[in-house]
């Protein structure tokens, strides 16, 4: 399956995400469904306006949450935890309420790389995580955090019109440089665990003569 745009991907993630609800009322102890849907929930999450994805995102960290809970080893639900912090974190313009979702997210990444220290994306991970902070500093320097990171939307005269897109787009542009790998991985274990999950399962081996 190819998910050539947004529209693509919007509507697979939000098949995803009620095929996930539906096997939670019949299962609710079902860790990986319960990850799968938190990584549909932050796929939709770049879909919405800040306030809607910072809830969605939310939303996403309980479902991991509750799938540690039921298995605290499992490595891919702190890996997405891990996102889930950093994202809410790149939603949030101030440092010092950001900071503790950086930490947090340092702290799942660490605890994936010490389930599965061969996992080359949680090795990733765990190293962008360190300069993350740093990220959102400059972010927030340079006044690009007015629309990655929830400020509203900036006001300008005419006079200054050009510029302010020009700023804009600068911030769209950066929020996916910093941004867009984490939630093309989250998309990525949730796309693939949903299609795992449509398999039909393999037939018997047949009978020994």
């Known amino acids: 399956m190819e998910m050539s745009n947004d529209l693509d991907r919007l509507l697979f993630f939000e098949q995803a995400r009620k095929i996930s609800e539906a096997t939670y009322a019949s299962n609710p102890l079902d860790a990986d469904n319960l990850t799968r849907w938190a990584g549909a929930l932050l796929e ?11 809830k969605m995102i939310q939303d996403a960290i309980s479902k991991l949450e509750e799938a540690l809970s039921i298995n605290p080893r499992k490595h891919d639900a702190l890996w997405c935890l891990g996102n889930a912090q950093t994202s809410f974190a790149f939603l949030t313009n101030k440092e010092d309420e950001a900071r503790p979702y950086f930490e947090k997210a340092a702290q799942y990444f660490q605890q994936a790389v ?42 300008s005269t005419s006079s200054n019109s050009t510029k302010t897109a020009t700023k804009n787009k600068n911030s769209s542009d950066l929020k996916y440089d910093i941004c867009g790998w984490i939630i093309l991985a989250v998309g990525i274990v949730a796309w693939v665990g949903f299609a795992k999950s449509q398999m039909p399962p393999s037939p018997p081996p047949p009978p020994p003569r």
């Open 114 to 155: 010490d389930e599965d220290p061969s996992n080359d994306i949680y090795l990733k991970s765990l190293e962008i995580s360190a300069k993350a902070p740093e990220l959102h500093q400059e972010i927030i320097k340079h006044g690009l955090g007015q629309q990655t990171l929830g400020a509203g939307p900036s006001t």
């Open 44 to 54: 939709l999450s770049q879909f919405q306006s800040v306030p809607d994805s910072q």
